[in-house]
């Protein structure tokens, strides 16, 4: 795909979060995905492969929102198979507190699915707002290990 295609499609991806629908950007995630949170928070760290996104990071991350995950996109910025996307968090926490965090995430792209996200944000607010995931074992496996 083009780097207008990926804009596009990126494009079409923030419509929906702005409407709190995060299907489409999971649906844009590659199977190997790799997603890098910077800073030292419980959060920051490179989350591999799809499965491990929605269950390491999506899955807590929305456990802890009142409501869906609604963020917009003030801009996007493409060049070859990387666009990038400032944006912004519209949400809270189930404790009320408010977690309207700003964003900058430089994707790549192959073969029209995002292999490689990589996320700037204020981990302040991240550290402040948020509780350390917590991921529940699959049945099956230890919780213990």
């Not at 991806?13 to 790799?34: I, M, Q, W, Y």
């Not at 949400?91 to 699915?113: I, L, S």
């Amino acid at each position: 795909m083009s780097t207008e295609q990926n804009k596009n499609l990126l494009a079409n991806v923030f419509a929906e979060t702005a409407k709190s629908n995060g299907r489409p950007f999971v649906e844009a995630l590659a199977d190997e995905v790799t997603w890098t949170i910077s800073g030292s928070t419980p959060w920051s760290k490179t989350y591999a492969g799809k499965r491990a996104v929605l269950k390491e990071l999506l899955g807590p991350l929305n456990a802890q929102l009142a409501g869906g995950n609604t963020i917009t996109a003030s801009r996007i910025i493409g060049e070859g198979d990387l666009v990038v996307v400032e944006g912004r968090g519209h949400n809270r926490t189930k404790t009320g507190k408010p977690y309207a965090n700003t964003y900058c995430w430089v994707f790549r792209f192959q073969d029209g699915k995002v292999v490689e996200l990589t996320e700037y944000a204020d981990t302040a607010l991240i550290e402040s707002a948020l509780e350390p995931p917590s991921v529940r074992p699959e049945p099956g496996e230890r919780g213990d290990a």
